[in-house]
């Protein structure tokens, strides 16, 4: 079992910066990831980022790419998304996430297994 709890969300005005925290907790294997997903207005969950629990492997979406930023703080067991230059589109709930099967691809939020509660990030413009 894996606990996630995030936290940072607010509101922002239109080129913005904001960081999100997640704090993970239970049994993490070295070959889990952790990602940041969010779920914009009448949206479906969208993939945000990911970093690999083991060697800091990362990837952007490409919506967020030059703006945002994941990184993984091992001392902490936290995963951080810094977002800059924030855009109204970038309303949304964003959800930290863990997949534990080494064999899923990370960009596809069924691959998810485990969800923190989500936390509220609006810009306004």
């Known amino acids: 079992q894996v606990q996630l709890v995030e936290a940072g969300g607010g509101l922002v005005q239109s080129g913005g910066s904001l960081s999100l925290s997640c704090a993970a907790s239970?049994?993490?294997?070295?070959?889990?990831?952790m990602a940041w997903v969010r779920q914009g207005p009448g949206k479906e969950r969208e993939f945000v980022a990911y970093?690999?629990?083991?060697?800091?492997?990362?990837n952007n979406a490409d919506s967020v790419k030059g703006r945002f930023t994941i990184y993984r703080d091992a001392t902490e067991n936290t995963v951080t998304l810094q977002m800059n230059n924030l855009m109204p589109e970038d309303t949304a709930v964003y959800y930290c996430?863990?997949?534990?099967?080494?064999?899923?691809?990370?960009?596809?939020?069924?691959?998810?297994?485990?969800w923190g509660q989500g936390t509220q990030v609006t810009v306004s413009s």
């Open positions: 996430a863990t997949d534990v099967n080494p064999d899923s691809s990370p960009r596809v939020v069924g691959a998810y297994d485990y």
């Open positions: 239970g049994v993490i294997y070295a070959n889990y990831v």
């Open positions: 970093v690999s629990w083991r060697n800091y492997k990362k």
